[in-house]
Nanobody
């Protein structure tokens, strides 16, 4: 069982930056692939970024590539999402998720555990 708690969301102007954090409980965090997803009002939850269990391979949605960076610290049971050059269309609730196969994937159906989400609002 893994519990995930996101933090770091907030209100920021377009062009600004935020760093999201996801704290994971459990002794086997290092075995999980981790992902970030987001959901805007009236839209489906969409993939943002993912990282494999060792932190060697990362994946990004085209819409955030070059602006966002996913990273993890297995010693601290943490995963991060650095978001730069934010745009109003990045406004959403951002969710952290854990994939027990350890691969990190764009497919939200492959994730086993989810956090409660943190709101990110980008003003124009």
């Amino acid at each position: 069982q893994v519990q995930l708690v996101e933090s770091g969301g907030g209100l920021v102007q377009a062009g600004g930056s935020l760093r999201l954090s996801c704290a994971a409980s459990g002794r086997t965090f290092e075995s999980y692939g981790m992902g970030w997803f987001r959901q805007a009002p009236g839209k489906e939850r969409e993939f943002v970024a993912a990282i494999d269990r060792r932190g060697r391979t990362t994946y990004y949605a085209d819409s955030v590539k070059g602006r966002y960076t996913i990273s993890r610290d297995n010693a601290k049971n943490m995963v991060y999402l650095q978001m730069n050059s934010l745009k109003p269309e990045d406004t959403a609730v951002y969710y952290c998720a854990a994939d027990r196969w350890g691969l990190g994937t764009q497919d939200k159906e492959k994730y086993d555990y989810w956090g409660q989400g943190t709101q990110v609002t980008v003003s124009s």
